[in-house]
């Protein structure tokens, strides 16, 4: 062991470690900060949260249509499927939906929707690869009314 215990040489190692350890934990916490944002976004708090309560009771009424909705893109082509409380696929609703990316507000795709077969609704074009929310609204009855309907937004993932 030589004589020079602790010399400048070793204090700027030192430092330089800690100042990487730093910058290396900041970079993954970036990496996992941004691979997990929902990208929820609305453009004033205070105006969104004068809605809430409207929303709350949207939300209970469409619960007690007790409907069951599943929503898939294989391929890239968004299907949802609605079954009512019974299991019995619904028919007849007025779909319309969009894509829209989670992280670019500015990436909206409209989706049209067609019904396939009894209870199942298909996109009549493919999404980009990438991660989707589907937003979409089911009304029983004339498009709007309102007296039976679901509002929902869904993540789909195209491969």
């Known amino acids: 062991m030589s004589g020079r215990g602790f010399t400048g040489r070793h204090a700027a190692l030192v430092i330089g470690g800690g100042f990487a350890l730093v910058i290396a934990v900041n970079l993954l916490l970036a990496v996992l900060a941004t691979g997990s944002f929902t990208g929820a976004v609305v453009k004033n708090g205070y105006v969104a949260s004068q809605d809430f309560n409207r929303w709350l009771a949207a939300g209970r009424a469409q619960q007690a249509l007790g409907w069951t909705v599943s929503t898939v893109a294989p391929g890239g082509r968004v299907v949802i499927e609605v079954a ?8 007849g609703l007025v779909a319309g939906a969009e894509a829209r990316h989670p ?3 500015g990436r909206v795709v409209p ?3 067609v019904e396939a077969a009894p209870g199942r609704y298909e996109a ?3 999404l980009p690869r990438g991660a989707w929310d589907i937003a979409f609204a089911l009304d029983a ?3 709007g009314s309102g007296a039976r309907r679901l509002v929902r937004t869904d993540r789909v993932v195209v491969n």
């Open 111 to 113: 989706l049209r929707l």
């Open 84 to 91: 009512g409380p019974d299991g019995v696929a619904i028919s």
């Open 124 to 126: 009549t074009a493919p």
């Open 141 to 143: 009855g004339a498009a």
């Open 103 to 105: 992280l670019d507000a």
